[in-house]
C-alpha cells in the first residue's frame, strides 16, 4: 500500500491549490482520510481529516471557511482545495489513511504519502 500526494506549488497570497492524494496497492478498505502540514516549527499538525462516509470532516481552527477536504471512495483518493491561501499556509502537507489491507486480518494502519510543498508567497 502507497499513497501518492500531487497538487503543491507556489502560490500568491490569495490563491488556490489543489491537493490530492491516491491510495493504491492492496487495500480492502479506507477508513479515515486526511492532511497535515509540517511547517518551520517541524511539527506535523493536522489540517483536515474526513471519515470513510465521507459526511464527516474536521479542520483546524485556523482552515476553517477556507479549505475544502473531499474524497472518492471508488478512487480511494482523498482531496484539499485550498482557497484564499496566507503565507502561514506555507508548508510540507502530507497525506494519511488508515488502510485496512487485503490478507491483514482487519487490522488498520496508518500511512503516509510523501510530503507536497505549498509555498504562498508574492
Known amino acids: 500500500v502507497q499513497l501518492q500526494a500531487y497538487g503543491g506549488g507556489l502560490v500568491q497570497p490569495g490563491g488556490s491549490l489543489r491537493l490530492s492524494c491516491v491510495a493504491s496497492?492492496?487495500?480492502?478498505?479506507?477508513?479515515?482520510m486526511g492532511w497535515y502540514r509540517q511547517g518551520p516549527s517541524g511539527h506535523r499538525d493536522l489540517v483536515a481529516t474526513?471519515?470513510?462516509?465521507?459526511?464527516?470532516?474536521n479542520y483546524t481552527d485556523s482552515v476553517k471557511g477556507r479549505f475544502t477536504i473531499s474524497r472518492d471512495n471508488a478512487k480511494n483518493t482523498v482531496s484539499l482545495q485550498m482557497n484564499s491561501l496566507k503565507p502561514e499556509d506555507t508548508a510540507v502537507y502530507y497525506c494519511?489513511?488508515?488502510?485496512?489491507?487485503?490478507?491483514?486480518?482487519?487490522?488498520?494502519?496508518?500511512?503516509w504519502g510523501q510530503g507536497t510543498q505549498v509555498t504562498v508567497s508574492s
Open positions: 496497492g492492496n487495500i480492502f478498505s479506507t477508513n479515515v
Open positions: 494519511k489513511s488508515v488502510i485496512v489491507p487485503r490478507g491483514s486480518g482487519f487490522r488498520s494502519t496508518a500511512y
Open positions: 474526513m471519515g470513510n462516509g465521507g459526511g464527516r470532516s
